[in-house]
């Protein structure tokens, strides 16, 4: 069972953010256009934050119910994200960002022995 919508858009902004901020303040940027997204408050979106460390995710969801905010924290290791120091947004699809929640990368090898079983189990 996931987490995450199965519809909308999802962006992940490049740029670190403080990872204290919480729900109102990852509101407002984006509200704001801070991020340069340029949403549409009427569509459903998934905003995809990290801290400077990349050890914090945070996921701000808007939809047409209201905003929910999520922390993904690693105990060990860091999301394995390449973060320019500008605010252009990736565009990220289900699976990758799954991929990235449960074992802390989008592609290429998993970190993890579990988190590849508990993927792949979920998929099949």
């Not at 740029?15 to 997204?37: C, D, Q, V, Y």
């Not at 340029?38 to 979106?45: A, F, G, L, S």
């Not at 690693?74 to 565009?91: A, H």
Request: aromatic share 6%; hydrophobic share 40%.
């Amino acid at each position: 069972m996931s987490i995450l919508s199965a519809t909308g858009r999802i962006v992940m902004v490049l740029s670190p953010i403080n990872g204290r901020w919480g729900m109102h303040k990852l509101m407002a940027k984006l509200s704001t256009n801070e991020f340069g997204i340029n949403w549409d408050p009427t569509k459903e979106i998934t905003l995809v934050t990290f801290n400077r460390k990349r050890t914090i995710c945070k996921l701000l969801h808007v939809d047409q119910t209201g905003v929910d905010c999520t922390s993904r924290i690693l105990n060990q290791g860091r999301f394995k994200i390449m973060l320019d120091e500008n605010l252009v947004p990736r565009s990220l699809n289900r699976e990758q960002l799954e991929r990235l929640l449960t074992d802390g990368t989008i592609s290429g090898e998993y970190q993890h022995a579990v988190s590849k079983f508990l993927l792949e189990s979920h998929l099949s």
